[in-house]
């Protein structure tokens, strides 16, 4: 990898332009351990701006580790919904049972301590050491990895592990250089990535406090940094939602514990793109007395591995079976966490 002196040269500029410019964001006013690992949670997959309301109202449902230790998990989703990727949810939980169990209820301040916890990797891991604790040990994320490849031309993919560690190593010694500077250096760079050196589109160089040294900006190639492999093609899936009334009451089920959205609220749906007399089939064989069935609307949805393409279907019944909760649409709304997937059909309910 070329040119890494230049993440030295630019550590000062960098921390003096961050102490004028960062912005106020909730996280950013104490150095609590466990206010940083939750917010790093949070903000992965998830602008800032998105974060902030769910931040206050986790921390106010569950302020300790010990109240998130023994969070009700339909609770805990509930609060979680709009964020996504729930398994972080229930990783959260996990590791404050952890943390409660084996360390007297503190997130630890060592760094392979904290790896050794549910849904805590490098990235998070070097966060809460270098935010909470002061501790020179880098925090490598796609924004820190973007600031890097553009200061320097790096030409190396940076989805390979072996690229990742080449900057994280090179980034470790600057830390070590200036040790007392890390929790500044870190949210520095994350503040550089997110606001100024952004992903998808062109970064805001006359912005930048780095744009003198950074040789993409030099060469005038911006965009071309950083070096990614080719995503692989998603998994397209049919599906059919049902949205089953009897009387004022909903039918939902829960998704199984394991799997993608586990644990999860949603509408009766079955794979494959049904018409309506296979609905009425389908929902006959289950044993419901129908008085109407009709399409409502197309939706998608975007996994990271798989894209959804849903077909709705109001159906009225007459009676209640039990392999369904059934419940109110203010209910719905109120208690149950519905992932966005569902977002459209949810829509239907007002």
């Known amino acids: 990898m070329n040119h890494m002196n230049l993440l030295f040269e630019a550590a000062t500029p960098l921390l003096y332009w961050y102490a004028a410019s960062a912005r106020d964001l909730p996280w950013r006013r104490d150095r609590d351990p466990y206010h940083i690992w939750i917010s ?67 997130v630890p301040d060592d760094y392979r301590q904290l790896l050794s916890l549910p849904g805590i990797g490098a990235y998070t891991a070097g966060a809460i050491s270098s935010i909470a604790f002061g501790r020179p040990i880098p925090a490598v994320d796609g924004n820190v990895l973007r600031v890097v490849t553009r200061l320097t031309v790096t030409e190396d993919d940076i989805t390979t592990q072996t690229t990742k560690d080449r900057i994280t190593q090179a980034l470790s010694e600057v830390y070590r ?105 389908w929902l006959c064989s289950l044993g419901l007395q129908l008085t109407a069935v009709e399409q409502t609307r197309r939706a998608k949805h975007i996994f990271t591995h798989i894209e959804w393409h849903m077909t709705g279907y109001r159906c009225d019944v007459l009676n209640t079976i039990k392999t369904y909760t059934w419940a ?16 459209a059909f949810l829509q239907l309910l007002q």
Not at 50 to 68: C, G, M, N, Q, R
Not at 79 to 88: A, E, M
Not at 194 to 212: K, R, W
Not at 222 to 238: C, G, L, M, N, W
């Open 177 to 281: 250089r200036i040790p007392e500077e890390s929790a500044n250096l870190t949210q520095a760079l994350m503040e550089l990535g997110a606001t100024v050196c952004v992903p998808n589109g062109t970064p805001h160089c006359g912005d930048c406090p780095l744009a003198e040294m950074c040789l993409a900006h030099r060469y005038e190639n911006e965009t071309a940094y950083p070096k990614k492999a080719p995503k692989r093609a998603r998994v397209i899936s049919d599906r059919t939602v049902l949205l089953i009334r009897c009387e004022d009451r909903f039918a939902i089920q829960k998704r199984p514990e394991k799997g993608l959205l586990s644990g999860l609220w949603e509408f009766p749906n079955v794979e494959g793109c049904l018409g309506t007399s296979d609905v009425e089939e």
């Open 40 to 106: 790093e949670i949070m903000l992965q997959q998830t602008r800032a701006e998105a974060v902030k309301p769910y931040f206050s109202a986790f921390l106010e449902a569950f302020p300790t580790p010990e109240a998130l230790a023994l969070a009700d998990d339909d609770v805990l989703n509930k609060i979680w919904q709009g964020l996504g990727y729930y398994s972080r949810a229930r990783n959260l939980k996990r590791a404050a049972q952890e943390i409660v169990s084996l360390y007297g209820g503190k």
């Open 328 to 343: 109110t649409a203010e209910e719905i709304f109120e208690r149950y966490s519905v992932p966005s997937a569902f977002r």
